[in-house]
């Protein structure tokens, strides 16, 4: 099956600096990634649309300007998250749809990594 | 948005079947219906994906009534490690919405030795 691969799997970072978070589809490509944050005990909450070449779209209530998502390939796409402070511990999950299978079979299912956890002290 | 609704929690022993139920009164004609598996500090694993009647593969079978309101994922003799929190999505991939990205609050399954 299809594979998305993140990195970190984890990272400890002091309040105020920046931590970049890749997910990367090793098999496939994938023209829209998903990134999704997930605290303790709670379900996955989107965060944010990434599309190859373009900007990425936010649900509401996300700050673009803290969370900088960049798509620059079809097999890439990075989150950093800006002047991070404890508020923003919590599990960062990316996901991808194959491309070409969704065109295909008009169905699809998100192909999840690993997941990141951020932890700021 | 076609909200889902599901039981917070359920258990189960081993070698039992488990049945998941989960509730989408609001769901489009276009919308699929997709069950994930969570486990702790990993990412959702596809389980099923349906649109009508009965779809079955190795891990699952989900079953969906005529008027597709409702859902319900089967597990087929569990085992322990299918302890994990199981969760439903709608949508449809077709308009490359996100509705079918739309997480609920899932279903904690433990099964129990």
């Known amino acids: 099956g299809a594979v998305v691969s993140q990195h970190p799997s984890w990272v400890i970072c002091k309040s105020g600096t920046s931590v970049k978070i890749e997910c990367r589809s090793l098999?496939?490509?994938?023209?829209?990634m998903f990134w999704y944050r997930q605290f303790p005990k709670q379900s996955l909450m989107l965060m944010a649309t990434s599309n190859e070449g373009s900007k990425a779209t936010y649900e509401q209530g996300v700050e673009k300007d803290k969370f900088l998502i960049n798509h620059a390939s079809l097999t890439l796409s990075t989150l950093t998250v800006t002047s991070a402070h404890p508020e923003d511990s919590s599990f960062y999950i990316c996901?991808?749809?194959?491309?070409?299978?969704?065109?295909?079979?008009?169905?699809?299912?998100?192909?999840f990594g690993e997941g990141s956890r951020l932890t700021v002290l | 948005l076609a909200k889902t609704t599901q039981p917070i929690s359920m258990d189960s022993y081993e070698g039992q079947e488990v049945n998941i139920t989960c509730s989408h009164n609001?769901?489009?004609?276009?919308?699929?219906i997709t069950w994930y598996q969570q486990f702790p500090s990993q990412g959702p694993r596809f389980i099923i994906q349906g649109y009508k009647t009965k779809v079955t593969n190795e891990v699952a079978s989900l079953f969906i009534p005529a008027d597709r309101k409702s859902s319900t994922l089967s597990l087929p003799r569990v085992s322990l490690s299918d302890t994990a929190v199981y969760y439903c999505l709608v949508g449809d991939w077709s308009s490359g919405s996100a509705r079918q990205l739309t997480f609920g609050s899932g279903t904690q399954l433990t099964v129990l030795p």
């Open positions: 609001n769901i489009a004609t276009n919308d699929y």
């Open positions: 098999d496939f490509q994938a023209t829209t």
């Open positions: 996901s991808a749809r194959d491309h070409l299978l969704t065109l295909s079979q008009n169905t699809g299912e998100l192909f």
